[in-house]
């Protein structure tokens, strides 16, 4: 009888849905980013080129895709330059921008009118583009997020 159960309890577990979100890809352009199938894409692009929101963990992603050309106008010519840049135009203190493994990034907490919330910027270039990709989250939950924005921020890939 024991062992008729352990096998039933076997074979239920095996059957029933796993609670843990699956691994989902999302692109833009030439890039693509791994996220969890709770993510979505956001309608309301205006300046933006793709948005994408994690419900349960209150986690936006905000994508934006820059030219060449449009980098030029600006006097923009190098990854370096974009970087330094970015980091002063939203121009927060306390962001200390870190290179990672093909990216740079900095992080700086913002308050809006609705929430207090936390802005991590991960910056990358591919064949003379570059993205940006704006990781927005409220404060209360920033912390418990880092590890998993850092995962998506590496996951990033481009071709």
């Known amino acids: 009888?024991?062992?008729?159960?352990?096998?039933?309890?076997?074979?239920?577990?095996?059957?029933?849905?796993?609670?843990?979100?699956?691994?989902?890809?999302f692109s833009v352009g030439k890039m693509s980013i791994t996220l969890t199938s709770d993510f979505e894409p956001m309608d309301?692009?205006?300046?933006?080129?793709?948005?994408y929101y994690s419900d349960?963990?209150?986690?936006?992603?905000?994508?934006?895709?820059?030219?060449?050309?449009?980098?030029?106008?600006?006097?923009?010519?190098?990854?370096?330059?974009?970087?330094?840049?970015a980091h002063e135009d939203f121009g927060k203190d306390g962001g200390e921008i870190r290179y990672d493994d093909g990216f740079a990034y900095f992080s700086f907490e913002d308050?809006?009118?609705?929430?207090?919330?936390?802005?991590?910027?991960?910056?990358?270039?591919?064949?003379?583009?570059?993205?940006?990709?704006?990781?927005?989250?409220?404060?209360?939950g920033a912390k418990s997020l880092e590890d998993d924005i850092m995962k998506y921020a590496r996951s990033v890939k481009f071709g």
């Open 44 to 51: 309301g692009l205006g300046w933006f080129d793709a948005i």
């Open 56 to 85: 349960p963990d209150k986690l936006t992603l905000y994508i934006v895709k820059e030219y060449p050309e449009d980098m030029a106008e600006r006097g923009i010519d190098s990854f370096d330059k974009y970087v330094s840049d």
């Open 111 to 140: 308050d809006t009118e609705s929430k207090k919330a936390v802005d991590t910027v991960c910056m990358y270039e591919f064949g003379g583009t570059y993205y940006m990709i704006i990781f927005d989250c409220e404060a209360l």
């Open 1 to 25: 009888m024991k062992k008729a159960a352990t096998v039933l309890l076997i074979v239920a577990m095996l059957a029933l849905p796993s609670c843990a979100p699956s691994e989902k890809v």
